[in-house]
């Protein structure tokens, strides 16, 4: 069986709940040395603690993905103190569903800063040392909605689909230095997502739909460790998976 994650420096943005926090244990339980960024210290600091005391090399560092200077110094953390980075997860995001007639500019503001620009800050801080290395990986969160439109999701499927078009031009742009690209979709996934929705009504009916369908955080930690786990030869570039009950 081959074994390619044992021993990777994976830095994993959102890493304090949900997707990024199942991401976290899973590849740490791989053998990988995780560096967990997140806005909420106190929650990857308890889980940094956590892995840590189970025998696994973990670090925590505050980091707000709309700060570019915190963003710079996530990634180069990792680096100071493991001596590389092999995997970026860019994985924080904000999904706050309304109509666009609603005019909730603040939350568009918030989903381009969070989901694009969180994204290719990412990608900047980490694309200098994997160029020096000549190898490493990026791995982007779109959705299924950056797949497919939605009622009440225009802005987020924008941005969605934005980060699809991010990593398709950086997938073409790296081939010179040996770097391996993969955009991951989720559907429905039990996470926090959905209480960053302010209209109550909208919240409402979302959660309902999810909780009758959704699959665990372990699932995206599972296809995350999939793309990672292929040979340096073998580049997984998209990934789109749901729910088998999810419709849409």
Wanted: with cysteine; hydrophobic share 45%; charged share 20%.
């Amino acid at each position: 069986m081959i074994d390619n994650i044992k021993g990777k420096v994976i830095v994993i943005t959102g890493a304090s709940s949900g997707n990024g926090e199942a991401a976290a244990r899973h590849l740490a339980e791989r053998g990988a040395v995780v560096v967990l960024g997140a806005r909420r210290q106190a929650r990857i600091d308890a889980l940094a603690k956590e892995l840590t005391a189970a025998g696994h090399q973990a670090l925590a560092v505050a980091a707000d993905v709309t700060d570019k200077a915190q963003v710079t110094r996530l990634v180069d953390a990792a680096v100071e103190h493991f001596g590389k980075l092999d995997v970026l997860i860019n994985n924080a995001g904000l999904m706050p569903l309304a109509p666009l007639e609603a005019l909730k500019v603040d939350e568009w503001d918030q989903m381009i800063d969070v989901n694009l620009k969180g994204t290719l800050y990412g990608i900047a801080a980490a694309l200098p040392h994997m160029q020096r290395q000549k190898s490493g990986h990026i791995i982007n969160v779109s959705s299924v909605y950056g797949h497919k439109m939605g009622p009440d999701a225009t802005v987020y499927c924008a941005t969605k689909f934005g980060v699809r078009a991010i990593s398709e031009g950086l997938r073409q742009e790296v081939k010179p230095y040996n770097i391996r690209t993969t955009v991951i979709s989720p559907g429905a996934v039990a996470t926090e997502l959905l209480e960053h929705i302010s209209d109550q009504e909208i919240q409402t009916q979302t959660k309902e739909f999810v909780s009758q369908i959704a699959i665990p955080a372990d699932s995206f930690a599972r296809m995350v460790a999939f793309a990672i786990n292929e040979p340096e030869d073998v580049d997984v570039n998209e990934i789109l998976f749901r729910p088998t009950a999810q419709p849409i």
